[in-house]
């Protein structure tokens, strides 16, 4: 994959396909703003760091209800 074909993110599309949340096994959505995987089943956002998920629960945060809604 080229610089061009990179999300301005920096991640690439095919992994977020991929990925699932480590403690549910459900799927994540994307956060673009706040650079962020977000597992409503686990009421937790995996953040994203220079292009990279880190999709470790303890660098986890917990999601207030407002941020549930899709």
Do not use: F, H, N, W
């Not at 994307?30 to 990279?52: F, H, M, T």
Request: aromatic share 2%; with cysteine; net charge negative.
């Amino acid at each position: 994959m080229t610089a061009e074909q990179k999300p301005a993110s920096g991640v690439d599309p095919k992994l977020l396909e991929l990925l699932v949340c480590p403690q549910t096994k459900g799927p994540l959505r994307y956060d673009a703003a706040k650079q962020e995987l977000i597992s409503p089943a686990a009421r937790l956002a995996y953040p994203i760091r220079d292009g990279v998920p880190i999709m470790l629960p303890d660098e986890a945060r917990e999601l207030v209800d407002d941020e549930l809604k899709p």
